[in-house]
């Protein structure tokens, strides 16, 4: 067994006798030719969006267009606390089979006339979906649009209805309206208010496409002039994308102890940029890594993305290398969710990890099996998948459910 920079182990056949690994409680697991990882860490999904895939008129154009279309969808399907569990349960079971063990879920869509009980009832859906597959969740009440104080008082009920549910590590909480393109500054202040209430962590999504015209049309100012304006640059707050940001503004995130998530699987398809990463990191910035959702970026395949942030960004700067981008999807992610318990296998670690066989076919005349992960096999799945010390994936199937089940429910409920 041969320990990586205290980030992977590679187990080799022949270094140990049986080439398994031990689980207490679980029994063995083969792991010969294989590479185990920290589980990933999905910093920045939108679960919801997996009911949502492959739609008319939402690929390939400006998000000025893309909004409207996604939220014609969701009025047409009708979001309710059924639908976004049985979304939920589809993208945690996919980041599951792929190696995401913690996902972030950034909750945007509450449809008008919601009362407060109802909010509550669609983050414990969600929360209950996860859980039962075995998932860690940070569940994040957005807000995109709607009154400034119910959606507070909403964030407020949530985290006293679900805090109970936290003390084990498996459920986080966090608030974060979509954007400045969105939101107002009442909004951003709220939601700080409840984050100070409830000791959560505040998420945004900033510098994309529409993020940028609207803070100019509305504000004649760049968003982050307004983040900081509105005491969202602080180190309790992360930002997803950050595609357009201009070298000062990214000493300004350094200075401020801002985290950031890159989403390449999202803004790269859709035309929407590719984030400075390399430059992020230079300046001290801690980068993790997001799929967003299934609107945008159909699959839920954190490792998958983790291959396209590699290999896109030489279009933006230096090629970053697959143990960065690696620990980006791990280390990183999981820092801007303020959980050093997870993504990385020393002391201290909550018990995520990822086997990955790289003996077949695909890995045959790698040197590096760690940056083979990444460079060869753009679909791979990892055998294995523990979460807290369980297995939830054995030999590439679900422990907890039956998959096949779960599309099945989610079929039926939307039609197609």
Not at 53 to 71: C, I, K, Q, Y
Request: glycine letters at 12%; one cysteine or more.
């Amino acid at each position: 067994m041969i320990i990586h920079d205290a980030t992977a182990i590679l187990i080799e056949p022949g270094v140990e006798t049986s080439g398994d690994l031990e689980v207490a409680g679980e029994g063995s697991l083969d792991a010969s030719g294989c590479v185990v990882t920290p589980g990933l860490v999905n910093a920045h999904h939108h679960l919801l969006q997996s009911a949502f895939r492959t739609l008319p008129d939402t690929r390939g154009v400006p998000m000025s267009d893309w909004l409207p279309a996604m939220a014609a969808a969701y009025s047409a399907a009708g979001v309710d606390p059924e639908l976004a569990g049985l979304a939920a349960s589809v993208g945690v079971a996919e980041g599951l089979l792929c190696g995401v063990t913690t996902v972030a879920d950034h909750h945007l869509t509450w449809p008008a006339g919601l009362s407060t009980d109802d909010t509550v009832g669609i983050a414990t859906a969600v929360a209950d979906a996860a859980l039962a597959l075995g998932g860690r969740l940070v569940f994040v009440r957005g807000s995109a649009r709607d009154d400034p104080q119910e959606a507070g008082a909403s964030a407020d009920a949530i985290a006293t209805a679900l805090a109970p549910r936290t003390t084990d590590g498996m459920l986080q909480l966090a608030v974060g309206p979509a954007g400045v393109h969105s939101d107002s500054r009442e909004t951003f202040e709220v939601f700080a208010e409840v984050a100070a209430r409830h000791g959560l962590r505040r998420r945004t999504q900033s510098n994309e496409q529409v993020d940028v015209r609207v803070a100019a049309e509305k504000y004649g100012k760049r968003p982050l002039d307004l983040l900081e304006e509105w005491g969202w640059l602080a180190p309790d707050v992360t930002l997803a994308h950050l595609c357009d940001v201009t070298p000062a503004e990214i000493a300004r995130l350094a200075s401020a102890g801002v985290t950031a998530t890159h989403a390449p699987g999202c803004d790269v398809p859709m035309g929407w940029g590719v984030a400075p990463v390399a430059a992020l990191r230079d300046a001290g910035v801690t980068v993790g890594l997001g799929t967003s959702g299934g609107g945008s970026n159909d699959a839920g395949h954190l490792l998958a993305d983790a291959r396209l942030a590699m290999q896109v960004s030489a279009l933006v700067g230096p090629q970053l290398p697959a143990r960065d981008v690696l620990t980006m999807a791990t280390r990183g992610s999981a820092a801007g969710l303020g959980r050093d318990d997870l993504g990385h296998l020393g002391a201290g670690a909550a018990g995520d990890l990822c086997v990955w066989d790289v003996s077949g076919v695909a890995d045959a005349g790698v040197a590096d099996p760690l940056a083979g992960l990444l460079w060869a096999a753009p679909g791979r799945r990892p055998r294995h998948v523990i979460v807290d010390g369980r297995v939830v994936v054995r030999d590439y199937s679900l422990v907890d459910a039956d998959e096949r089940e779960l599309v099945a429910r989610l079929r039926e409920r939307v039609g197609r």
